[in-house]
């Protein structure tokens, strides 16, 4: 028998990904955000939601782009704290040690020790209630070298995505390979 929980913001995984702005004074931002994924395959997209009262919001608004960087368990601190402190009051990356890469491809910035990026334009926005969902197409994915398979595809063990369970507020990292997909189910 299934336990019923009721309406809540409660599935699993919830990505950690790290959004990165400019302010309208060209200061690179940076926020952590849980609330997101891929929504179109044509054109690729993805989406994130943020509350009005984040510093990103705006920020995103005025420059109409945004990158996603896909922090390793490695950088789960980092992470964490990009979520916490507000890029009003202090800046991030100094804070932190990380470097603000600039984007070549949209007016964003993104963390360079991540070992994969987004870099999104943003095409649509709108408000739901205590969140406003943004829809970015992707014009380009970045992955680090070392982060790829023998095929030269991103490898997600090497990646090491983190991943945040919302109810209990807890950080993990990705399970082990299970099987190739659009082919295990076929005995079935």
């Known amino acids: 028998m299934k336990r019923s929980f009721g309406a809540?913001?409660?599935i699993f995984p919830t990505p950690v990904w790290c959004v990165g702005t400019y302010d309208a004074d060209g200061k690179a931002n940076v926020m952590t955000i849980a609330w997101g994924g891929?929504?179109?395959?044509?054109?690729p997209c993805v989406t994130v939601s943020l509350r009005k009262a984040t510093y990103t919001f705006d920020c995103l608004l005025?420059?109409?782009?945004?990158?996603?960087?896909?922090?390793?368990?490695?950088?789960?601190?980092e992470a964490d704290y990009f979520g916490?402190?507000?890029?009003?009051?202090?800046?991030?990356?100094a804070d932190t040690g990380?470097?603000?890469a600039r984007s070549e491809t949209?007016?964003?910035?993104?963390v360079a020790e991540f070992p994969m990026v987004l870099a999104c334009r943003l095409i649509h926005h709108h408000e739901i209630g205590l969140h406003t969902h943004f829809v970015g197409e992707i014009a380009d994915v970045m992955v680090d070298e070392e982060a790829l398979n023998e095929e030269g595809q991103p490898d997600i063990e090497k990646i090491r995505p983190v991943v945040f369970s919302p109810e209990v507020r807890s950080y993990h990292g990705i399970g082990s390979f299970i099987g190739k997909a659009f082919s295990?189910?076929?005995?079935?």
């Open 8 to 10: 809540k913001t409660m």
């Open 38 to 43: 891929i929504c179109c395959s044509k054109p």
């Open 62 to 77: 005025h420059r109409k782009a945004f990158t996603l960087s896909v922090p390793s368990d490695r950088y789960a601190k």
């Open 84 to 93: 916490m402190a507000s890029g009003r009051n202090t800046d991030k990356f």
């Open 98 to 100: 990380l470097t603000a």
């Open 106 to 110: 949209v007016d964003a910035p993104y």
């Open 184 to 188: 295990i189910g076929k005995s079935i």
